[in-house]
């Protein structure tokens, strides 16, 4: 130990001796193009996925994790094409760690080149998350670019738990109303992100646990207590890096696909979320669309906001009530289904997820049986909680930015657009419902969804004209 201290101190003097060398020599080598298509991130039978997304913009990725310093170093490599039917003069990125949720959190870009030429960027809001750099020509549809950053984040240094979402420059979203660059703050996502292909290596102290989206090609441990992850993700539309010491892991039991819990506190809640974490999945993965993933991550731990959702890894709160966890980890897996694979504009039209998210919970303990014979409307009462908190009835199809406030977004999205999807199934039956949730995200198949998709999916399912209920409930089709 004393050994490693003064090793310790001595790369702590040199790193701060010199800055431009350790962020070098410290982040490991990026990984190989090759490993983006690499089947590791598949469950059997799904790895041909991947190829879609492999002439589409994708990322490899190395990361150094410097806990000492509260520093991660990294360096990305964005193989750009430009999909988007049109010229660009410059391309936008996200810097999102710079979100004003993040607070305490700062992400700079050190170095930029285009094709190999050095450039320099430009920030372009006030917190720093809409990053343009510049083209020396315009770049024409399906025409392709190397772009490289080298970057750092703060992160909190010596912490037990930390975890970075979104820790490169992703390009933001352009669609036909140009670059997507808001800075949402009403509600509790605030990234949005199309799906790609992901390969990553990330070098971390070796007695913390390193959990990921995506799933583990190989580890290295180096001479120096630290050990490097190569990582591939498959088509995902996000990343996150955890890092934990002294959680405790397990296993879930029956799931169709390993799913693997990392908790700290409470041991009985958390085999609690496995089992449920599990139900949840094999009904999901029954009767929506089988997941294409090798394994599910769910990290349980105090997490004041309920949950949050990423491909293949979710957080969810274990802080409170068995019946809280059946609701809050149900939701969490869902959106598995709602926002990974079917994907969504998650700032204009949030209920797509988090609406489909909320009645996929209450369809889950209505009929797979798990939970007793209550715990379909108990899980209810949750969507009741924030269904009766909304003061001005609007249409559920609306966007982040036009409600007024965080409650009046939560009680509609979370609450109403659940309510009007119960009504929907009493209307048409269940079963229809289900089939149309089904339909809707295996056409959306990792793609951006769109309300009027999921209209057309639930419609086919029917003999009823259902325009008139969704032109009075969600405001479209009218
Ligand atoms: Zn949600």
Redesign the pocket.
């Known amino acids: 130990m004393r050994r490693l201290l003064h090793a310790l101190t001595a790369l702590a003097l040199m790193l701060a001796a010199l800055p431009e060398a350790s962020h070098a020599s410290s982040l490991p080598p990026l990984p190989d193009e090759s490993l983006l298509t690499d089947s590791v991130w598949a469950r059997e039978g799904f790895a041909s996925l991947a190829y879609a997304f492999a002439n589409r913009t994708r990322y490899l990725i190395a990361l150094n994790v410097d806990h000492r310093r509260g520093v991660l170093s990294g360096k990305a490599r964005v193989l750009y094409v430009n999909n988007d039917g049109v010229p660009h003069e410059e391309i936008l990125f996200r810097l999102y760690p710079n979100h004003p949720f993040r607070r305490g959190r700062r992400m700079q870009i050190v170095a930029l080149s285009v094709n190999g030429v050095p450039s320099a960027g430009q920030l372009r809001d006030a917190s720093g998350t809409v990053f343009a750099v510049p083209l020396a020509a315009p770049i024409p549809p399906g025409g392709a670019l190397t772009i490289e950053f080298d970057y750092t984040i703060t992160v909190p240094a010596g912490s037990t738990f930390f975890y970075v979402s979104e820790p490169l420059p992703m390009v933001a979203v352009y669609d036909q109303t140009g670059w997507r660059q808001e800075v949402a703050t009403k509600g509790?996502?605030y990234a949005y992100t199309e799906t790609a292909l992901y390969a990553v290596r990330v070098r971390a102290p070796s007695d913390y646990g390193t959990w990921f989206v995506g799933a583990l090609k190989g580890a290295e441990n180096h001479g120096d207590s630290t050990t490097t992850y190569t990582i591939v993700t498959g088509p995902v539309r996000n990343f996150v890096l955890v890092q934990v010491r002294g959680w405790r892991a397990l296993s879930a039991t029956g799931a169709a696909v390993p799913i693997n819990v990392l908790y700290n506190g409470d041991p009985v809640g958390a085999q609690e979320i496995a089992e449920i974490s599990a139900a949840a999945f094999n009904y999901f993965d029954r009767v929506f669309s089988p997941y294409p993933y090798a394994e599910l991550s769910v990290i349980a731990t105090r997490f004041p906001s309920?949950?949050?959702?990423y491909p293949t890894l979710i957080f969810v709160n274990n802080d409170r009530t068995s019946a809280y966890r059946r609701f809050i980890t149900a939701?969490?897996v869902?959106?598995q289904w709602f926002?990974g694979l079917a994907g969504n504009d998650t700032l204009r039209h949030a209920w797509l997820?988090?609406s489909l998210?909320?009645i996929a919970g209450y369809l889950l303990y209505k009929y797979s049986g798990y939970g007793g014979g209550n715990a379909a409307e108990e899980y209810w009462s949750h969507i009741l909680t924030w269904y009766n908190r909304i003061t001005t009835v609007r249409p559920i199809n609306t966007a982040l930015e036009d409600f007024r406030d965080f409650n009046d977004y939560m009680s509609t999205v979370?609450g109403g657009g659940a309510v009007f999807l119960r009504q929907l199934g009493e209307q048409i039956g269940d079963g229809a419902l289900i089939a149309g949730l089904s339909a809707y995200v295996r056409q959306v198949n990792l793609g951006i969804g769109t309300p009027r998709m999921f209209f057309e999916a639930v419609q086919a399912q029917t003999a009823q004209d259902l325009r008139p209920i969704f032109c009075a409930q969600v405001g479209i089709m009218c």
């Not at 309920?306 to 959702?309: A, C, N, P, T, V």
């Open positions: 509790l996502d309920g949950g949050e959702e939701h969490e869902a959106h926002y997820d988090e998210a909320q979370y």
